[in-house]
């Protein structure tokens, strides 16, 4: 018998589950959406929301409604080598390949690059990376409840510091919206969408999916469709946050142009923001709250990275992989932020297809009896058309023209598939190839099923 749970119960967790997904760095994409989308915010930040809040709360419910142990146990449904390689993939692109350096690259541009010259900018970053690591390191050797109780302490500290300056922008904007760039003028809600993409959320909500489903049985909720029903609730609470925070940041980015200029990111919208309407104390404020916010967010990073690969590789000790991991965070922090989102805007191309096609494979599951058929040729489909939008995406970013090859196979999606050019290629050809193979495993009349659990 499942315990009742009050709205406070859900509450919590959903406060729990919004402090997991929201790194500090997450800040910065909708200031840099507002101030790109211009008068065209509203349907930019729609796009955005759709991914960077809807896939997170789906992935969330996948774990879930999958009845997985965990990531590696969901996608190992394809084959375990696949699900081996791909759970890697999305650790270290949550960890010491992109997230966990921008924990430091976004401290930095928040918090310290505006008390900096710019003819410091280079050994500041270095001497400031250096402090960042340092810490992090020392406590992720040692993790303890300490580092949780922060974060209980910093969610709320951010949320009333950008609350104040969020209401303060629309009772007082700095300006009126711009014109949108390009990218914004035709395609402003795609955009927004793929924009979604560099939260990195939905891939993070498949490792975290696990954590939520603990905390809401730890509250008396066991049977599976009270532990689904329990983790929607907390999942909306998180979600509604969210959206607001995003929505409001994007507002604020949207009328701060003419006074700001345009800038490569957000962090300086952020921070130039807060100078503005606060001047010196209220830029130090938010600098030393989203400093600390995100000096957790990496020390959550780098233990659960840690954790996951010592124990693929038990020889390689937990403490060894903290040091890598550190080191490797601190060189690529020094790319600099714009340098760090450039690059990893390829791979989420890459991965963000594969994770939506495997949330969706997640809820269809027992329609086609869990039939590894359709997880394979899924998988594949959307697999030889991300792989394109990643290469192509990584030679655009780097301003080199597509190899021969690679232009042919990028004509002939963009002449047969619809939706390629906005990012979503991908789509039709996934969904069109679940049905097929839906319809064959159902005919069969002896249909492997993978585990014994999609039995029970």
Not at 35 to 57: C, D, K, M
Not at 70 to 75: A, F, G, K, R
Not at 157 to 173: C, E, H, K, S
Not at 278 to 289: C, H, K, M, P
Request: contains cysteine.
């Amino acid at each position: 018998m499942d315990s009742k749970l009050s709205f406070k119960s859900y509450a919590i967790v959903g406060m729990m589950l919004f402090a997991l997904f929201f790194g500090a760095g997450n800040l910065i994409f909708p200031a840099q959406l507002g101030q790109y989308a211009g008068t065209n915010v509203w349907i930019a930040i729609f796009g955005f929301l759709i991914t960077g809040v809807g896939l997170p709360l789906l992935g969330i419910l996948a774990i879930g409604y999958s009845k997985s142990n965990d990531l590696q146990d969901l996608s190992s449904r394809v084959h375990p080598v696949y699900g081996l390689i791909f759970t890697a993939m999305l650790y270290l692109t949550i960890g010491p390949f992109f997230a966990l350096p921008r924990t430091g690259a976004v401290s930095y541009e928040v918090g310290i690059a505006p008390f900096v010259g710019e003819g410091n900018a280079v050994i500041g970053l270095l001497v400031f990376s250096l402090i960042f690591f340092a810490v992090s390191l020392v406590v992720s050797l040692n993790p303890s409840k300490m580092v949780d109780s922060i974060g209980k302490i910093l969610s709320p500290a951010i949320l009333l510091t950008l609350g104040a300056l969020l209401v303060t922008a629309f009772v007082n904007p700095m300006g009126k919206q711009e014109a949108p760039q390009p990218a914004y003028a035709n395609d402003a809600f795609f955009t927004g969408f793929t924009e979604g993409y560099n939260t990195m959320d939905a891939l993070a909500s498949l490792v975290f999916g696990i954590i939520v489903i603990s905390a809401v049985r730890k509250l008396g909720v066991n049977s599976p469709k009270g532990v689904l029903a329990a983790t929607l609730k907390s999942g909306v609470v998180a979600a509604a946050i969210l959206a607001i925070v995003y929505t409001g940041i994007a507002l604020l980015g949207s009328t701060s142009t003419g006074t700001l200029g345009l800038l490569d990111t957000g962090g300086p919208v952020l921070s130039g923001a807060s100078n503005h309407y606060f001047g010196t104390f209220g830029a130090t404020l938010l600098a030393v709250i989203i400093i600390l916010a995100c000096l957790t967010t990496a020390i959550g990073l780098t233990v659960a990275n840690a954790e996951f690969f010592h124990k693929l590789t038990p020889k390689i000790s937990y403490k060894t992989y903290v040091v890598i991991f550190s080191v490797f965070s601190l060189v690529v922090t020094n790319a600099g932020l714009s340098n760090i989102i450039t690059y990893s805007i390829p791979v989420l191309m890459f991965l963000y297809p594969l994770a939506i096609v495997l949330i969706i494979l997640a809820f269809l599951s027992p329609l086609f009896r869990h039939a590894q058929l359709v997880y394979v040729s899924t998988i594949v489909v959307t697999f030889f058309i991300s792989i394109i939008d990643g290469l192509k995406t990584l030679t655009s970013s780097l301003g080199v023209a597509n190899p021969t090859w690679l232009q042919a196979v990028v004509d002939f999606y963009t002449a047969s598939l619809p939706l390629y050019n906005n990012g979503l290629g991908w789509l039709l050809p996934a969904l069109i190839v679940i049905a097929i193979t839906t319809v064959i495993a159902r005919s069969k009349k002896h249909v492997k099923v993978q585990t014994a659990q999609h039995n029970a």
